[in-house]
């Protein structure tokens, strides 16, 4: 989608804050590990262990937790449990660390003020994320939002740039395409892609509303449906072979009829008042002069 400079200023923002709470927890585990590692190194830990007092024998690489493996005491002599106690544990956790609830835990080897600022910042780093999803989703382009093209689409008869309308459809082409379908105050329906257009309200203004006199109720059954159309029968009118194809981008109550017929079996055909423009209405000889 297309941000407006104020929107990537906001995001630049948020994403300078947390790289900076990222970069300060960084170093704050970075002091802790240092001078756990100057403690253990000044108090001859024994390196064989990494002062916890066992080594692993046996494992098989089948179970990758390395919950099958076999222990044995250190073999190293001068490995006891007043040099541990001393050394205290390495600061380099494994797998079977976990296993045998020997892992060190950097809180430890905080300071305090290191502990609380390393803690907070993770309730920190929740509101930012909650910050920047909240911009995204004021700048992400959904249905009812009122948008403005801003650059022309390389797709044929897409919408010129400064078209103002609300958005009826949003979706995904055949190619990938993310399209979008909008309609001015006049009802003329315009189409181009997610990345031609910005958002410039949460809501499109009354003006932007297809009034019901600007709509034909078509009375019908639908029988089948595509991601592009459905097709319809109508009482009291020879309808073609295989029944009315009419596109989903002309179907004004769109979002009603497809709620309607999710998760029904269409083979029947399903009783709806699918709401078209009039001129299609005539097109199709549903409304006659």
Known sequence: MHYTPETVKEFADIDASIASIEARKIEIENLA????????????????????????????????????????DCPEKGCSAETRKASGLHPSNNRYDYNRRTRWNMSEDMTESERDEYHTSAARLVSLGYARQSIYDRAAVRKGKLVEVMRKSRTRNSAQVGVVGKVFWHGVSDYGTVKVGLMDTEGQKHWTTEASVTVISQTAPKSYEQKY???????????????KAICVFTLGKSNPLGGEWIPWSQILNADQVQEQISGTLLKDGKPATVMIPPWLAKKKGYLRE
């Open 213 to 227: 006199e600007d709509q034909y109720p078509l009375l019908c059954k639908i029988t089948r449906k595509t991601n």
């Open 33 to 72: 590990k240092e001078r756990r590692l100057q403690q253990f190194t000044a108090s001859n830990g024994c390196d064989y262990c990494r002062g916890r007092g066992w080594v692993v024998t046996w494992d098989t690489m089948d179970i990758l937790d390395g919950s099958a493996a076999d222990y044995s």
